[in-house]
């Protein structure tokens, strides 16, 4: 496997787990993607975090 096969795969991983902590939290996918460069690809912590970070969440005013 190349490096660029590697890449490729990890990309794919963290696209699928970035919509499953997405879906599983209501966090949006950007948001889970910055929790997966910061935590890894660790599921419990990921939604951990995700929880908490869904609860820290203020809707804008309008």
Avoid at 17 to 36: M, V
Avoid at 38 to 48: A, D, E, H, M
């Amino acid at each position: 496997m190349t490096s660029k096969d590697r890449d490729r795969v990890r990309q794919e991983q963290d696209t699928s787990e970035a919509r499953f902590i997405a879906n599983e939290t209501g966090i949006s996918e950007d948001q889970a993607r910055g929790l997966i460069d910061l935590v890894g690809l660790n599921r419990p912590s990921l939604i951990r975090e995700a929880r908490i970070l869904q609860a820290a969440y203020i809707p804008p005013k309008r």
